[in-house]
T-cell receptor, first 114, second 110 residues
């Protein structure tokens, strides 16, 4: 299995508070992604990174920001959490430059916004 | 627009063969992926098709027809542990950005 960890694994927070989720990889893969998974919607891309300090938006980026200051860490921040952001968040990595087109997923973070 | 369709649920019997279909309409196509996801766990990679035809990997095979916008995942000799959701995803054009279907929940019965 690819070395990907996410923290925290579970979090309950209140509406309006900031929240930061961390994804850490030990595979030295260039690409990193944040997805959310909700019933009836499948996995949807929030933001992704194609290198240190290089990030771009996915299909559901409103209300989220990301940062990648080093290869191994990709942070997802909810500036002011809302109940609609209650979801399971998955981080993923890939290495297409070396033929690794498949994405490997971290264990997920279950976030509840009350 | 981008659209990926899969059946919501399927049921099959232990030891049998099941085929899970996926149709897609995307603005571009670089490849199609299948993932398996057990309840409460992360998706795990099963297969990747770029060219038309069948890719076989043990009990699992995946087929692609780019002209028809169609793929299927074939699971043989079903086992109880194959009960899971199966996700179809298309790399639609932008580098390594995947568009996922909503998944097919497969229940394997004794």
């Amino acid at each position: 299995d690819a070395g990907i960890t996410q923290s925290p694994r579970h979090k309950v927070t209140e509406t309006g508070t900031p929240v930061t989720l961390r994804c850490h990889q030990t595979e030295n893969h260039r690409y990193m992604y944040w997805y959310r998974q909700d019933p009836g919607h499948g996995l949807r891309l929030i933001h992704y990174s194609y290198g240190v300090k290089d990030t771009d938006k996915g299909e559901v980026s409103d209300g989220y920001s990301v940062s990648r200051s080093k290869t191994e860490d990709f942070l997802l921040t909810l500036e002011s959490a809302t109940s609609s952001q209650t979801s399971v968040y998955f981080c993923a990595i890939s290495d297409p430059a070396n033929g690794g087109y498949e994405q490997y997923f971290g264990p997920g973070t279950r976030l509840t916004v009350t | 627009g981008q659209n990926i369709d899969q059946p919501t649920e399927m049921t099959a019997t232990e030891g049998a063969i099941v085929q899970i279909n996926c149709t897609y309409q995307t603005s571009g196509f670089n490849g199609l992926f299948w993932y398996q996801q057990h309840a409460g766990e992360a998706p795990t990679f099963l297969s990747y098709n770029v060219l038309d035809g069948l890719e076989e990997k043990g009990r699992f095979s995946s087929f692609l027809s780019r002209s028809k916008g169609y793929s299927y995942l074939l699971l043989k000799e079903l086992q109880m542990k194959d009960s899971a959701s199966y996700l179809c995803a298309v790399e639609g054009g932008a580098t390594n950005k995947l568009i996922f279907g909503t998944g097919t929940l497969l229940a394997v019965q004794p």
